[in-house]
Nanobody, 123 residues
Framework: QVQLVESGGGLVQAGGSLRLSCAVSGRSLSSYAMGWFRQAPGKERDFVADIIWSGAGTYYADSVKGRFTISRDYAKNTVSLQMNSLKPEDTAVYYC????????????????WGQGTQVTVSS
């Protein structure tokens, strides 16, 4: 059984930084692309970033380009999201997910999901 467990969320002031991590257990997902999504209260779950299996390609939502960086550590079977210059509108529950195929920004492309970690950015 594959498990994705997010960590690193918390409360930060606008302009600050947080680093989210997603630990994968149960099996190696080295051939999977890994993504991050977020969901604010009352809103849909939105794509944030994705990194393909080789780590050579990354994709970002326009709203986070230049501020967020996704990376993965194959040895540790983890994927991280470094978030800088945080804004109050970045407040959401952040989810880690894995996909074997499909489009990076498509919710339905992802096979496995974590439980999420809360990120709150105060103004």
């Amino acid at each position: 059984q594959v498990q994705l467990v997010e960590s690193g969320g918390g409360l930060v002031q606008a302009g600050g930084s947080l680093r989210l991590s997603c630990a994968v257990s149960g099996r190696s997902l080295s051939s999977y692309a890994m993504g991050w999504f977020r969901q604010a209260p009352g809103k849909e779950r939105d794509f944030v970033a994705d990194i393909i299996w080789s780590g050579a390609g990354t994709y970002y939502a326009d709203s986070v380009k230049g501020r967020f960086t996704i990376s993965r550590d194959y040895a540790k079977n983890t994927v991280s999201l470094q978030m800088n210059s945080l804004k109050p509108e970045d407040t959401a529950v952040y989810y880690c997910a894995a996909r074997s195929r499909g489009t990076a920004s498509s919710l339905n492309a992802y096979d496995y999901w974590g439980q999420g970690t809360q990120v709150t950015v105060s103004s």
